[in-house]
């Protein structure tokens, strides 16, 4: 079963910046395209970003050009750099793992809360 363990959430203020860290196990981790999700209270999860197995990269209109997404395939670990953070960006974060190679397969994360103060 993989594990995905999130981390780096907190409470900041507008205009701080954070950075969010996914380690995955197992030792499979290039089969995986990785991603951020975000939930605030009341609203659906939304996709805030992606990261294929060789790099290539997907943003949400409203995150692009203040995050970043990347991934350490050597560390199992993908990464979420938020900068200029906004209010409107609290919300709960969760790490999401897509199995592309053989068998489809789709994990989860705990979630890590991320709180932008005005």
């Known amino acids: 079963q993989v594990q995905l363990v999130e981390s780096g959430g907190g409470l900041v203020q507008a205009g701080g910046s954070l950075r969010l860290s996914c380690v995955v196990s197992g030792r499979t981790f290039t089969f995986y395209a990785m991603g951020w999700y975000r939930q605030a209270p009341g609203k659906q999860r939304d996709l805030v970003a992606t990261v294929s197995s060789g790099g290539s990269t997907t943003y949400a209109d409203s995150v692009r050009g203040r995050f970043t997404i990347s991934r350490d395939n050597a560390k199992n670990t993908v990464y979420l750099q938020m900068n200029s953070l906004k209010p409107e960006d609290t919300a709960v974060y969760y790490c999401?793992?897509?199995?592309?190679?053989?068998?489809?397969?789709?994990?989860w994360g705990q979630g890590t809360q991320v709180t932008v103060s005005s």
């Open positions: 999401n793992a897509v199995k592309m190679v053989g068998v489809r397969a789709e994990y």
